[in-house]
């Protein structure tokens, strides 16, 4: 059965960077993107997002670019996000999720439990 | 790519039929069939019971429908039950392979 698991539960420092991991099983990974999406508290679904497991091309959301990467690992069917300078309002749950987008489908059908990311002092 | 826009909440007893609208743009909603719905529980991942508009996932309730016209799509949930107070999510994709959320709609059941 597909299954999405997610790192744990991290609190970094204004500035810092955070990287948080997906491991995705069940599926043939390469077949699939990956989405990454954020809820800060309080807040509705933000998509960060996305990377082909395939061919590793990318596209971020435009509020995010420069401060974000994501990457795939094929031998370990892992996905990363990495955040860097991170601030306050950074401060979210962090989803990632299977994205079985084509020309003529998309949707997020498989996500992980969610990674809690606090940026304090 | 601004977020499409939900009704920040609705309300219906057991029983009861709701709708929730998705307002986008000739860029996003109104140019593809590719708009999904969100059910969300706090604490809970997000679950998936539409795509493609009006497409249910196997093992979403036929109380869920989809339906699209032109820049705006809607949810339709029949029979409201206590276990259907979420928060519902629509999402659309978008130019240049993105995709964009809508602002998320609070769902009360009387």
């Known amino acids: 059965q597909v299954q999405v698991v997610q790192s744990g539960a991290v609190v970094k420092k204004p500035g810092a960077s955070v990287k948080v991991s997906c491991k995705a099983s069940?599926?043939?990974?390469?077949?699939?993107?990956i989405t990454w999406v954020r809820q800060a508290p309080g807040q509705g679904l933000e998509w960060m997002g996305w990377i082909s497991a395939y061919s590793g091309n990318t596209n971020y959301a435009q509020n995010l670019q420069g401060r974000v990467a994501m990457t795939i690992d094929t031998s370990t069917t892992t996905a990363y996000l990495d955040l860097k300078s991170l601030r306050s309002d950074d401060t979210a749950v962090y989803y990632c999720?299977?994205?079985?987008?084509?020309?003529?489908?998309?949707?997020?059908?498989?996500w992980g439990q969610g990674t809690l990311v606090t940026v304090s002092s | 790519q601004s977020a499409l826009t939900q009704p920040a909440s609705v309300s219906g007893s057991p029983g009861q039929s709701i709708t929730i609208s998705c307002t986008g743009t000739s860029s996003d909603v109104g140019s593809y069939n590719l708009v999904s719905w969100y059910q969300h529980h706090p604490g809970n991942a997000p679950k998936v019971i539409i795509y493609e508009a009006t497409k249910r996932p196997s093992g979403v309730s036929n109380r869920f429908s989809g339906s699209k016209s032109g820049n705006t799509a809607s949810l339709t949930i029949s029979g409201l039950l206590a276990e259907d107070e979420a928060d519902y999510y629509c999402?659309?994709?978008?130019?240049?392979?993105?995709?964009?959320f809508g602002g998320g709609t609070k769902l009360t059941v009387l």
């Open positions: 999720a299977r994205d079985s987008c084509t020309s003529t489908s998309c949707y997020l059908d498989y």
């Open positions: 999402c659309s994709y978008a130019p240049t392979n993105t995709r964009v």
């Open positions: 069940g599926y043939t990974f390469t077949s699939y993107g």
